[in-house]
């Protein structure tokens, strides 16, 4: 059953309900941001409130941080090619929160890797690339550095060299504030789970048990899909893949996961890593960190102190932090964001 | 529970005079020692009273106060056992235990954390009490 949602401008997709056999949830999803976004409420009958406040936030985080949108906030940054701006407080948050990201990663997940991505030809929605331009590549571009950015309040100065993308952080954020939102809505009543291309935050009263959420991959020549059920009762679980966006120039495979340091796809050992934190912001970064740090991701994720899930090419699947290694397993949350710490928290849009 | 103590000796009015006695039917106006007098006893009548309202004003205080928390520990703690899980986020980067009633049980997976999903969408059903995974491709979306 589609869900009509009004809006004052564009509308957004309307949202499908989508039934997963438990009728005390109610469940919804559209597609978002370049990908999808799913909606799991109870008591059902607050679903509508949750997909109004959801639209809101993503909206809104849509036309301040997409470097797809020619009338976004970001784009007017980058079509000024350098200089001081003033932004929205919305946006401020966002690239306060990746820049704390990229401290807290050291420079593994780099909001300065935008050029990086232009010159490999991610330089559009993903759904809108050629898979397999004949023409190659343009020259590797080594990021310019997190520290070149200056954000002081609303306040972001920003080298004429410096496009920024905010991929290792959005959706996570995104997500962070969409059950914040949804909770608002709906008087704190009940719970809510909003997962952004499967990077899932949840708020309020879980489920008994927790969330039933799945880690997926993707499915293999044989299709067939390496799952594990796990419960979730607070917190976050995002997944960072080089499965998942590839596309070709000339003879090489490309992937969206951008080693900062070299300006080319990361080539660690592995193919999809999944990370638990306080906030979906902090298991975004950690996640697309781990795939950077390649074989040192095991060692960053232990001193960062957080559970994760990590595939190897050849499909091995390890664990780490206390990830559950059972079916159907609760995973722990640490509590703390290392992302939110400096950057301004509080549902600003 | 009336724990006023006597006024200090100092606080006594001093002895009268002696052969001061006024004559029959003659009514002797109040002078200055009389008005002394009289202050301080008012002013003793008047702190035993406040100490008198100040105990009553203090139990009443830590009955109200005892009752309140009984009242709290009542809300904020079920008769039962918390159910497993039974945490929720308050906020940005905290979390916390949140004893209430609980959720509802659900038993299949509503969501499915992968990579970023632009390729495929993974759907989720029961088949025969099996939980089935199953990949779509996905038509080209608008956003970013």
């Not at chain 1, 972001?156 to 059950?179: E, H, M, P, S, Y």
């Not at chain 1, 039933?212 to 993707?218: D, K, N, S, T």
């Not at chain 2, 004893?99 to 954390?113: D, E, I, L, M, R």
Request: aromatic letters at 4%; hydrophobic letters at 45%.
């Amino acid at each position: 059953m589609a869900i009509p949602v009004p809006t004052l401008t564009t509308p957004a997709p309307l949202w499908q309900r989508v039934n997963t056999g438990d009728a005390a949830v109610a469940v919804a999803e559209r597609a978002a941001l370049g990908t999808s976004a799913r909606v799991a409420v109870w008591p059902p009958e607050n679903l509508d409130g949750a997909l109004a406040a959801v639209d809101d936030v993503l909206g809104a985080l849509d036309r301040q941080a997409s470097r797809f949108r020619q009338d976004s906030e970001i784009s007017w940054i980058h079509r000024g090619d350098g200089g001081l701006f003033l932004v929205s407080d919305g946006l401020a948050e966002a690239i306060g929160v990746a820049l704390e990201a990229a401290r807290w990663t050291g420079g593994l997940a780099d909001p300065t890797v935008g050029q990086a991505l232009i010159s490999l030809g991610y330089d559009r929605d993903f759904a809108a690339i050629d898979p397999a331009r004949g023409e190659p590549a343009g020259c590797p571009a080594p990021a310019p550095g997190w520290e070149q950015v200056r954000l002081d309040g609303p306040l972001l100065r920003l080298a004429a060299d410096i496009r920024l993308d905010l991929g290792a952080t959005a959706k996570g954020l995104g997500a962070d504030r969409a059950v914040r939102a949804a909770m608002t809505a709906t008087g704190q009543a009940g719970g809510v789970l909003v997962s952004l291309g499967g990077d899932l935050a949840v708020a309020g009263q879980p489920p008994l048990g927790g969330w039933p959420i799945l880690v997926a991959g993707e499915p293999d020549p044989a299709g067939s899909v390496g799952i594990q059920p796990v419960r979730l009762a607070s917190g976050a679980v995002a997944t960072s893949s080089i499965t998942c966006r590839q596309w070709r120039r000339a003879d090489r495979a490309l992937h969206h996961i951008v080693d900062p340091r070299t300006g080319l796809p990361a080539d660690g050992p592995w193919q999809m890593v999944s990370v638990a934190a306080a906030t979906c912001a902090d298991a975004n970064a950690a996640a697309t960190a781990s795939i950077v740090a390649g074989a040192a991701a095991e060692e960053w994720l232990a001193w960062a102190g957080l559970p994760a899930r990590l595939v190897t090419h050849a499909g091995q699947v390890r664990y780490a932090g206390g990830w559950p290694e059972t079916d159907g397993g609760r995973i722990t949350i640490p509590p703390g964001s290392h992302v939110y710490s400096r950057a301004r928290p509080g549902g600003l849009r | 529970m009336d724990t006023d103590r006597n006024p200090p000796e100092e606080e006594m009015p001093p002895p009268r005079l002696a052969g001061s006695a006024p004559a029959a039917g003659w009514v002797r106006l109040p002078g200055p020692g009389d008005a002394a007098a009289e202050s301080r006893r008012a002013r003793r009548d008047g702190v035993r009273h406040v100490r008198r309202m100040s105990n009553w004003t203090a139990a009443a205080l830590i009955a109200g106060t005892g009752a309140a928390t009984v009242a709290l520990a009542h809300h904020a703690f079920p008769v039962s056992a918390p159910a497993a899980g039974a945490a929720a986020t308050t906020g940005v980067g905290g979390t916390a235990i949140t004893n209430g009633a609980g959720g509802p049980q659900v038993s299949h997976p509503v969501a499915t954390t992968s990579g970023s999903g632009v390729a495929v969408t993974t759907q989720t059903q029961t088949v025969n009490g099996k939980t089935v995974v199953t990949q779509v491709p996905r038509a080209a979306s608008p956003g970013s």
